[in-house]
């Protein structure tokens, strides 16, 4: 069994000499039920010793233990109390009693039995706001007073909170704060606990709202819903613009209903949730889908003879992509309607907000009209357009276009070609010419009367590209639909070269130079031909040793000494020789070449002396 001993306090005496003093008494205590407890009195000047317990004498008896010792004057009592109860509880006294004298009393002290705790329970819970401040508070009793400790979930608290006597208080609380709280109250004869509720208000708020802007098909019936939290719980109100309409409410939040979608229940439906914190909103667009509207009236454009740009302008959708179009088309005063599908697609490929609508007739006033078409449905159709008319046929090129080369022109010829109702008549025929391999054609126009056009100043041996176009009093042939054949002006033999010159060489010989002839013939130069004859008396060419020759120059050799010569140069290329370049030279005579090569040794000596004269100086 549990003891607990008494701390015993001494009383130092100021009394005088032989007077009565408690030297010590024990300090008050709180016992367990049952211990065994030891109590001492000590006192000098007194002969005995007694006890008292709520003015009652305490006698010796199967539950009290008396005994008194004196040593050297110093006398001791000792009460044990060998399992303490209820009635042993109370205040405490010894009295001294001399052989002299009046009875001296001690100190008092108490005794008393521990009792377990007991926490009074709380029925209610706390309530806190978000970010506010909370405060629970443990009425416990029992003696001795009990230690408290906090938990949450059956987890020791470890946040830090302000402890003032038995409340706990937490500021700042989060909603994470909310939940079940127990105190322990504990001592040495036992623990009892209770157990606290915590709830966290928090404001209102709307945690998920059907997906705003929200498309509904034509009669389709579809729910708008409207999550809600908060504490207390939110009241969930709708409306749709400032109109109030009802809804279903759950625990979570509220819905609403909408029957068979019409444009009626088109618009902005708001929900409204609301507690003591706060008032939130939030809006959900209603769209509903459907056929499109009508498109605006297309617009013709770029007309050709047999076909019509229209370009497409679409209205309002009806909230679902346009997937394509219905165009139709009419000549005037004709009430038969011609019906084209246009996928949306197509143009989106083409990069293009119309299409060319084909096959018409040339020269012919249309209307056009169109409707626009998506999932849900089709448009009605446009107005009419007003009259848009093709333009005439382009004449076709000429028939049997033939061309013949001659050396610096080529000759075409033609036959008319037959036009059609609509493209008009022939005023005159275009003819188009250019080399093999260049990419611009020169143009010449032809009376309309005529058959035959000689294109001229053309270069020789070449191959040109001829086209022939018709015009009428509309326009002309398109290029593309022109009539072109292929033909080559006749190559010749070279013109004569240029710039031929003699010059004397030797006593012997004469250099020929020239420059190449400005007509090649239209065929690459090969080589030249050089012929020589004596200047005087009967011709008689003979050709120049070493040639012919592809070079510019040559050398003739083996002339008489001071003699004149005729010499002539012939340009060759595959179509033969062309015509000659005549001129003269003149070898140097004996006396010529002396007198050429003294005047060499006197400069030669002359430019000696003079050179070196000046390196002298």
């Known amino acids: 069994m549990f003891l607990i001993v008494a701390v015993v306090v001494a009383l130092w005496s100021t009394s005088p000499a032989g007077a009565q003093t408690f030297t010590s008494?024990?300090?008050?205590?709180?016992?367990?039920?049952?211990?065994?407890?030891?109590?001492?009195?000590?006192?000098?000047?007194?002969?005995?010793?007694?006890?008292?317990?709520?003015?009652?004498?305490?006698?010796?008896?199967?539950?009290?233990?008396?005994?008194?010792?004196?040593?050297?004057?110093?006398?001791?009592?000792?009460?044990?109390?060998?399992?303490?109860?209820?009635?042993?509880?109370?205040?405490?006294?010894?009295?001294?009693?001399?052989?002299?004298g009046s009875p001296t009393d001690s100190k008092p002290f108490t005794i008393q039995l521990a009792t377990a705790p007991v926490v009074k329970r709380q029925?209610?819970?706390?309530?806190?706001?978000?970010?506010?401040?909370?405060?629970?508070?443990c009425l416990a009793t029992g003696i001795p007073v009990p230690t408290l400790t906090w938990s949450k979930d059956g987890l020791r608290l470890k946040r830090q909170a302000s402890v003032t006597s038995l409340r706990y208080t937490m500021r700042f609380v989060t909603r994470g704060d909310a939940g079940s709280y127990q105190c322990l109250a504990e001592n040495v004869a036992?623990?009892?606990s209770g157990t606290f509720k915590l709830i966290v208000n928090y404001p209102a708020v709307i945690t998920s709202t059907t997906t705003s802007p929200l498309l509904f098909a034509m009669g389709e019936t579809r729910t708008l819903n409207c999550e809600v939290s908060g504490l207390p719980v939110p009241k969930v109100t709708w409306s749709f613009g400032s109109t109030p309409i009802k809804s279903n409410t759950t625990a979570r939040g509220s819905s609403v209903l909408l029957f068979k979608a019409t444009p009626a229940q088109e618009g902005l439906y708001t929900c409204t949730a609301s507690n003591p914190l706060k008032v939130v909103t939030g809006q959900i667009n209603v769209m509903i889908q459907g056929p499109p509207d009508i498109p605006a009236m297309p617009v013709p454009l770029n007309a050709t003879s047999t076909s019509v740009f229209l370009r497409l302008n679409p209205g309002p959708d009806g909230r679902s992509p346009i997937t394509g179009y219905k165009v139709e088309y009419a000549?005037?005063?004709?009430?038969?309607?011609?019906?084209?599908?246009?996928?949306?697609?197509?143009?989106?490929?083409?990069?293009?907000?119309?299409?060319?609508l084909t096959r018409l007739d040339p020269l012919t006033p249309y209307e056009f009209r169109a409707r626009?078409?998506?999932?849900?449905?089709?448009?009605?159709?446009?107005?009419?357009?007003?009259?848009?008319?093709?333009?005439?046929?382009?004449p076709p090129a000429p028939k049997n276009v033939k061309a013949k080369g001659k050396a610096t022109s080529i000759e075409v010829s033609w036959k008319a070609p037959t036009l059609d109702v609509g493209m008009g008549r022939i005023v005159g025929f275009v003819v188009l010419h250019r080399r093999v391999g260049l990419t611009q054609f020169t143009e010449d126009g032809v009376n309309g009367s005529l058959s035959t056009f000689v294109i001229?100043?053309?270069?020789?041996?070449?191959?040109?590209?001829?086209?022939?176009?018709?015009?009428?009093?509309?326009?002309?042939?398109?290029q593309g639909k022109m009539k072109f054949v292929t033909a080559e002006t006749t190559p010749s033999v070279p013109g004569k070269p240029d710039n031929c010159l003699g010059t004397a060489a030797g006593h012997d010989s004469v250099e020929l130079s020239w420059t190449r002839p400005t007509d090649n013939g239209g065929r690459v130069?090969?080589?030249?031909?050089?012929?020589?004859?004596?200047?005087?008396?009967?011709?008689?060419?003979?050709?120049?040793?070493?040639?012919?020759?592809?070079?510019?120059?040559?050398?003739?050799?083996?002339?008489?000494?001071?003699?004149?010569?005729?010499?002539?140069?012939f340009a060759v290329n595959e179509k033969g020789s062309g015509k000659a370049c005549n001129f003269e030279g003149q070898?140097?005579?004996?006396?010529?070449?002396?007198?050429?090569?003294?005047?060499?040794?006197?400069?030669?000596?002359?430019?000696?002396?003079?050179?070196?004269?000046c390196l002298s100086a």
């Open 190 to 192: 036992g623990s009892h």
């Open 587 to 613: 070898a140097l005579s004996q006396s010529m070449l002396l007198l050429y090569l003294d005047t060499s040794v006197v400069m030669s000596v002359c430019c000696f002396i003079t050179f070196t004269t």
């Open 331 to 356: 000549q005037i005063n004709d009430s038969y309607w011609y019906r084209v599908h246009v996928d949306i697609q197509t143009l989106i490929d083409a990069g293009s907000k119309g299409f060319e």
């Open 123 to 137: 029925s209610t819970p706390v309530y806190a706001n978000d970010s506010g401040t909370a405060t629970l508070e």
């Open 525 to 569: 130069v090969t080589s030249y031909e050089v012929e020589y004859t004596l200047k005087k008396g009967q011709d008689n060419w003979q050709p120049v040793p070493g040639t012919p020759i592809s070079s510019l120059r040559v050398v003739a050799t083996g002339l008489t000494s001071g003699a004149n010569y005729k010499f002539r140069v």
């Open 25 to 100: 008494v024990p300090s008050d205590q709180i016992v367990r039920r049952g211990s065994r407890v030891s109590l001492s009195c000590v006192a000098t000047n007194v002969v005995v010793i007694s006890w008292n317990r709520n003015g009652n004498s305490v006698k010796e008896d199967a539950g009290h233990d008396l005994d008194i010792t004196n040593q050297n004057g110093q006398v001791t009592a000792r009460l044990t109390i060998l399992s303490i109860q209820d009635a042993d509880a109370g205040t405490y006294r010894c009295h001294g009693f001399s052989s002299v």
């Open 456 to 478: 001229e100043n053309l270069s020789k041996g070449m191959e040109y590209d001829v086209g022939m176009g018709t015009l009428s009093q509309y326009g002309r042939t398109m």
């Open 372 to 394: 626009a078409i998506n999932i849900f449905g089709r448009s009605d159709y446009t107005d009419p357009t007003a009259p848009y008319w093709t333009l005439p046929e382009l």
